[in-house]
């Protein structure tokens, strides 16, 4: 009995649970410091740092700048931030209380966040009424940000030489536009990585298609 019992107790425990208190260091909109420990606001996407939105005037304003700020006005007396994995970075994925208050509910009924629906439908219904009450981000024009990290992470090729020559485990590697790595493989120069005008340079200099 005692066997079956230990059992269960290992079933049911989570595989990583933590709790962080403290007053936090705010990052962006949706990242904080507290206690040593890197959060990411569980459910909700902020503007980034630098992004900007547009009001249905057409005027341009720091929303990325505005979602920090709105963060450290609710975070800055101290929160508990409490959560049961964490993200490929490291962080604790956590819902962050203050006051008795869901910060990250709060950040998105303020029209500071998104909803991340993509991970999460905890705050869609803050999301709804902030849009209908036009506030925040909702107040015009404003991309999600997680279409603003992927404009990011694409490299301008030099000119029309655009097909990537990548080293890897694999050995050297060219990638054709519009082949399935294509988007995803970063050009590092500094590890001896280049751009290739055409696939016959790639070939000479010693690199072979990928996939092939």
Known sequence: ???????????????????????????????????????????????????????????????????????????????????????RYGRLIAICRAGGRDL?????????????????????????????????IWQGEARRPAAVRAATKVQAPPGNCAIKGNISKRGRLYHLPGTGSYAATRINTAKGERWFCTEAAAKAAGWRRAGG
């Open 104 to 136: 990250n509910a709060e950040m998105v009924a303020r029209g500071a966040a998104f909803a991340y629906r993509r991970y999460a439908l905890d705050y869609v219904g803050q999301e709804e009424r902030a849009r209908r009450a036009g506030l925040g």
């Open 1 to 87: 009995m005692l066997r079956l019992c230990s059992l269960l107790v290992l079933i049911a425990s989570p595989v990583f649970a933590a709790t962080v208190t403290g007053i936090p260091r705010v990052v962006d909109g949706d990242t904080l410091v507290v206690a040593n420990t890197r959060v990411r606001l569980f459910g909700i996407d902020a503007p980034e740092a630098k992004q900007s939105c547009k009001t249905t005037q057409g005027v341009r304003w720091a929303c990325g700048q505005a979602a920090t700020a709105e963060l450290q006005r609710l975070a800055g007396r101290g929160v508990r931030c409490s959560g049961h994995e964490q993200d």
